[in-house]
């Protein structure tokens, strides 16, 4: 299983928020470069970037930094998400050096982009699918859809995505502990991998996680618990790869 580390990106900064929520922020550095680079340092195989003003305002607000850091550290491979709505920002990030495109609220309101995407850019696409009590949640997290997360998760798997992030918003950012339970159900109901995310406070998530990662479940995200402090990266990092 692998600890992939999250960096937000809001107006240059490698933030990290609470529930989505843009106004309740807080900046963990100014150089989200120097950032990148200490998760590479600490064994970081994959790093998970979030273009914060692009998820907001439709399109990409910080691909020059996204871009620096695919750059200075070409053994990590990057996935990124945030403001991906059309064919031509994927292509971008693609051409820059980005393994992993994330499509997120876009997969909600037009699933057919999904499918034109997987077909265009095989093993690249990844669909992040957040969600609160089973149902997915769109637009940065504002807006609960009726649609059930696992049913979509089956759909997205037929259109040949190469995995989805799962993450549960009710505890993403607020160091809650993981939903193991509803992480593990989805993972047990398609056959692409889970990325689990939201809520990893510290090693014993990791733990709990890795027990059912032969669910289907590939990799974890965590963002706040290792810039807070709560959760030892590298150590992390090596016991997540022992599952």
Wanted: charged share 25%; net charge negative; hydrophobic share 45%.
């Amino acid at each position: 299983m692998l600890l992939i580390p999250a960096i937000d990106l809001k107006e240059g900064k490698c933030v990290r928020l609470r529930q989505g929520r843009m106004e309740d922020n807080t900046v963990f550095s100014d150089d989200p470069v120097a950032v990148a680079g200490r998760w590479a340092a600490a064994g970081a195989k994959r790093i998970h970037l979030v273009d914060l003003d692009g998820a907001f305002a439709g399109k990409p607000k910080n691909a020059g930094i996204i871009h620096e850091i695919v750059a200075a550290y070409p053994d990590m491979a990057v996935q990124i998400g945030g403001g991906i709505r059309d064919e031509d920002t994927i292509q971008a990030y693609l051409d820059a050096g980005v393994e992993y495109v994330i499509i997120g609220s876009k997969a909600v309101t037009a699933p057919h982009f999904v499918r034109d995407m997987a077909l265009e850019f095989p093993r690249h696409i990844i669909v992040g699918l957040d969600a609160k009590d089973g149902k997915v949640a769109i637009d940065g997290w504002s807006k609960l859809s009726r649609h059930d997360v696992i049913d979509m998760a089956q759909h997205f798997e037929e259109d040949g995505v190469e995995a989805i992030v799962y993450t549960d918003i009710s505890r993403d950012g607020m160091m809650a502990g993981v939903n193991v339970e509803a992480t593990a159900a989805l993972a047990r109901a398609i056959r692409i991998p889970v990325i689990a995310s939201g809520g990893i406070t510290n090693i014993d998530d990791i733990r709990a996680l890795g027990e059912v990662s032969g669910d289907g479940i590939m990799g974890a995200i965590t963002g706040r618990a290792i810039y807070e402090g709560t959760l030892d990266f590298a150590e992390a990092a090596k016991l997540a790869q022992t599952y």
